[in-house]
């Protein structure tokens, strides 16, 4: 953003295709270190500035690989961001931890494919092999209480909370 104003300026059309021409670049150079070929991956994870970009980004991930687009492989990956949406910096990981606690199946050697993006100014594709006894560390029923214990705000009480300068003190984000 212009560093004379506050907030940042946002062209959502112009974003989604500078997101769709990183993934192609950042997937290009991936496979040009050796990658490894895109029917390997089980399961692939997405930046989520919202739900419908991962299926965008998967689409043309199929297209250049000449393979069909299998759902399945990024839907669990998309479940907890069609109940909170973008967060931004997190929204990659969301979308990890989303795919390994919704899954049905046992993602143990498992490889992953992950694409983080930053609006615009930088971009990533790697791959990832779960760990056997994933399992044993994750916290679904913790992270189900969370979500279901939200407060829905109204825009003045959103504004209040945001302006609040105490929040990091007192733990609001633990």
């Known amino acids: 953003r212009p560093n004379t104003l ?3 300026l946002y062209d959502g059309k112009f974003s989604a295709v500078k997101y769709l021409q990183s993934l192609g670049h950042c997937w290009r150079d991936y496979q040009s270190k050796g990658g490894n070929d895109f029917s390997a991956f089980n ?3 997405f930046h989520l500035p919202f739900t419908r970009m991962a299926e965008k980004a998967f689409h043309s991930l199929s297209k250049v690989n000449q393979s069909e687009m299998h759902q399945e492989k990024i ?3 998309m479940a907890y961001n069609r109940i909170i949406g973008n ?3 997190a929204s990659l990981y969301i979308s990890l931890i989303s795919a390994l606690e ?3 199946k046992d993602l143990s050697d498992k490889l992953l ?3 983080s993006y930053g609006s615009g100014a930088t971009a990533e594709f790697y ?3 779960v760990q056997e006894g994933y399992k044993n560390v994750l916290v679904q029923d913790h992270h189900k209480t969370l979500l279901e214990n939200r407060t829905a705000l109204n825009y003045e009480e959103y504004e209040q909370y945001w302006q609040r300068s105490d ?3 007192q733990g609001e984000y633990t």
Do not use: H, R
């Open 6 to 8: 506050e907030t940042p």
């Open 43 to 45: 399961q692939f994870c």
């Open 75 to 77: 839907e669990d990956g």
């Open 87 to 89: 967060c931004y910096n």
């Open 102 to 104: 919704n899954t049905g």
């Open 113 to 115: 494919g992950l694409f």
């Open 127 to 129: 791959a990832g092999t």
């Open 167 to 169: 929040l990091s003190e």
